[in-house]
């Protein structure tokens, strides 16, 4: 706070308006959410030298898979683009269709999902999710609900670039009933920017309609829960989720178990653990999916793939702060071969 009492009225007026321009920066700033990636762009880099040691790779007998892995992943979204331009260029091919020729399995889908852009890869998940008979709820439910706003308006530019089609129409066209509603509401409204000015009446209004809409009454009044978190800011709605406590016996990821079933359940509770702690989030649902026999290749590939340029550091402190050992460590265990190099790779080091 500045000081005011022995400034004149010119300078009171500057200090007022440099006071307000600072607050102004401070919530600005607010919006934009810092990032925490594991790959970043390659300082020292020449995308014709990386383009003819790919190709040679390629050619080599049984193929070079070692090669391909640490240039692709180590270098940025940017730099592959231009990669794959000069490949064209040299070998007369595009590189895609090089990389589906001598890759195969997991480590084929990790390479060439790094081969687009992170909205470009999270659009054509969220296609694959609704092709044909059968929709993939699962993969669904995690981009939807765990991208936030700005993520999920890049990624509606792009799906309609990609696909000539609206994401809307597809997802309204593959899903139904309450579940249908949420994902819409999630893709189509524009969520309240977080504000410096915290809003106790209306927070304390969001809490007990959440509350008067679920566990108060017999059945869910669903269209509240979905109009709350679909709109309201992040900020708003983690001190929303604490007043909740204050009428409800359960905190609001056991109300949603006891009021909703199903991908209904599934996707709410995403929600809640996104607006708590989207690493976190994605921290747990790596480590389900590499528990056991064998790990859930498609969630770790669209995690690590997704993500490496966006949180993936800050994902790996989480991991390690909740399930006592490294991501690394845990890849290292769970997976194999060049698939695993690949993944260690974007993983960027042990913790």
Not at 55 to 68: L, P
Not at 146 to 154: H, I
Not at 246 to 258: F, G, L
Request: charge should be neutral; charged fraction near 35%.
């Amino acid at each position: 706070m500045i000081c005011l009492c022995f400034l004149s009225a010119g300078q009171l007026n500057m200090a007022m308006v440099s006071e307000f321009l600072g607050q102004l920066t401070l919530s600005y700033g607010a919006e934009v959410e810092p990032k925490f990636p594991t790959v970043v762009p390659e300082r020292d880099f020449d995308p014709s030298k990386d383009a003819a040691r790919i190709e040679t790779a390629i050619k080599t007998k049984g193929v070079d898979e070692q090669t391909i892995i640490d240039i692709l992943t180590r270098r940025s979204t940017e730099q592959r683009r231009e990669i794959a331009f000069e490949y064209e260029r040299i070998a007369k091919k595009d590189l895609m269709t090089a990389l589906k020729g001598a890759l195969s399995g997991p480590l084929e889908t990790l390479m060439l999902g790094l081969m687009r852009s992170t909205a470009q890869y999270d659009a054509s998940e969220l296609k694959a999710s609704m092709k044909g008979l059968g929709t993939d709820e699962e993969t669904l439910i995690e981009i939807v609900c765990s991208r936030n706003y700005k993520e999920l308006e890049e990624i509606k530019k792009v799906y309609k670039d990609m696909f000539k089609k609206e994401v809307e129409k597809d997802i309204a066209g593959d899903t139904s009933g309450d579940f249908a509603k949420l994902l819409l509401a999630l893709v189509q409204t524009k969520r309240d920017e977080p504000s410096n000015v915290v809003d106790y009446e209306k927070i304390d209004e969001d809490a007990r309609s959440l509350y008067e809409a679920g566990v108060k009454r017999k059945g869910t009044d669903v269209a509240t829960w979905i109009s709350i978190m679909s709109q309201r800011s992040v900020p708003h709605l983690q001190k929303v989720f604490e007043r909740y406590k204050r009428y409800s016996p359960y905190d609001i990821k056991e109300s949603i178990r006891k009021e909703v079933k199903g991908d209904m359940e599934k996707s709410f509770l995403t929600l809640v653990e996104c607006f708590e702690n989207r690493q976190l989030y994605f921290a747990n649902k790596l480590n389900d999916a590499m528990k056991g026999k064998g790990a859930k290749e498609k969630v770790v590939t669209r995690i690590m793939v997704s993500r490496c340029e966006v949180d993936l550091m800050k994902i790996r402190t989480e991991f390690k702060k909740q399930h006592k050992r490294s991501l690394y460590q845990t890849i290292a265990e769970q997976t194999k071969g060049d698939y695993q190099n690949a993944l260690l790779s974007l993983c960027g080091g042990d913790d």
